[in-house]
C-alpha cells in the first residue's frame, strides 16, 4: 500500500484491519492521493493538494520516495487555515488541533516522508500502531501479499458501503463518502477507531 497524504477512509480502514507494507519503490505518478487528499468544508468536497517539485526534460521519471515537496508557496498555512475553517465546529476538532497542527508548523523536504508523519499522527490519535514495514524494490506484481497499490489513485470508483456519520455541513450536502481520516476523525473521536474495524473493506477483492 502507498503512504498517502492522510488517507481516505477506505484505505484508512485497510490499515486497521490488516498489517500493512508499505510501497516506496515505485515511481512517482500525478493526479494520485500521494498529494492529495479531499475533506468537506461548507461549499461540499474540497481537494487539498500539496505542491511537489517535478522532473521533467532528460531525468523523466522519479521515485516517490525522492519527490522534493515545492515550498515555495506556503502550502502548509493555507491547508491548516482551511481544515479550521471546515472542522472549527466539528466536535473533536478541538481535542485532537494539538496533534495535527504541529504537521503544518514544521517544513517538509520530501514528499513521503511528510506522508507518513501525517499517517503517524493519525495512528498516535487512534492509538494503534503504525506500520513501519516498507518495500525494498518495485514487484510489478507481487504474489506472496494482497495488492492494495490500487487505492492510491484518486480517479478510480471504490465499490464501497460506507456507513454514514454526522459530519458538519451534512445538512447542505448530505452524507460525502470517502473523504480523508480527517474528517472521520474530527467528527466521531473516540469513535472513530471502531468505525474503522467494522468498515467493509470487500473492495480489496478486486
Request: charged fraction near 25%.
Amino acid at each position: 500500500m502507498h503512504p498517502t497524504y492522510f488517507p481516505n477512509i477506505a484505505t484508512f480502514a485497510v490499515i486497521a484491519q490488516n498489517d500493512i507494507q508499505w510501497e516506496v519503490e515505485d515511481n512517482y505518478q500525478k493526479q494520485t492521493y500521494r498529494n492529495r487528499c479531499y475533506i468537506c468544508t461548507d461549499l461540499g468536497r474540497l481537494m487539498l493538494s500539496i505542491p511537489v517539485q517535478h522532473v521533467g526534460g532528460e531525468q523523466g521519471r522519479q521515485k516517490y520516495k525522492e519527490v522534493l515537496v515545492d515550498n515555495s508557496y506556503p502550502w502548509q498555512r493555507q491547508h491548516w487555515r482551511t481544515l479550521q475553517t471546515a472542522y472549527r465546529t466539528s466536535p473533536f476538532f478541538e481535542f485532537y488541533e494539538d496533534d495535527i497542527a504541529p504537521l503544518y508548523e514544521h517544513t517538509f523536504e520530501k514528499l513521503l516522508d511528510f506522508n507518513l508523519k501525517t499517517i503517524q499522527s493519525v495512528c498516535d490519535c487512534l492509538q494503534i500502531h503504525m506500520p513501519k514495514q516498507k518495500t525494498i524494490e518495485y514487484r510489478p506484481e507481487p504474489s506472496d501479499v494482497k495488492n492494495s497499490r490500487f487505492l492510491v489513485s484518486s480517479k478510480r470508483k471504490l465499490e464501497i458501503r460506507q456507513e454514514k456519520y454526522v459530519q458538519v455541513f451534512g445538512d447542505r450536502h448530505g452524507f460525502v463518502e470517502n473523504t480523508s481520516i480527517l474528517d472521520l476523525l474530527f467528527n466521531e473521536g473516540t469513535n472513530a477507531l471502531a468505525y474503522l474495524r467494522n468498515q467493509n473493506t470487500n473492495f480489496l477483492n478486486v
